[in-house]
């Protein structure tokens, strides 16, 4: 098995595209009030909210164990409604060389699907793939929606 990997997966949310994708472009902080179990805080290190170029980090909560990523925003398409970030420091880079996520809301008629892609380069055979990683961000997907419906 090699070393570098892709892991994808889709949720079904009820929310509009546009207000999810804003959350995740634009307020990323705000997701920490939606669910604290999971991510309990997002602090902006350098640049502007929105702005690629920006450097966040989050502590956030995997299986009862506390986590932190700090992330650049890579890149932000408002016209398909994604937001890429590549993690630059925290604990996934203890077993992944490199670690970049994609987030992306795409309308379909009245729903709206929420697509996730982790691409990441392990640092050996030994380490597995992060498919607690991709459980984890397709709940937090989940809440947000519940706190976006509910608005």
Known sequence: MGLVGKLQAETLIAAPAHKFHEVFWCRPHHIANVCPEKIQTVHLHEGDWGSPGSV???SYVVDGNN??????VEAIDEENKSVTFKVIEGDLLK?????????????KGEDT???????YEKLNKDIPPPIKIL?????VSEDLDDHLVQA
């Open 135 to 139: 459980g984890f961000v397709v709940h």
């Open 67 to 72: 986590h932190v990523a700090k992330e650049i």
């Open 95 to 107: 077993e992944y060389k490199s670690f970049r996520i994609v987030v992306q809301a795409i309308p």
């Open 56 to 58: 966040i980090e989050w």
């Open 113 to 119: 699907w929420v697509h996730w892609t982790l691409e």
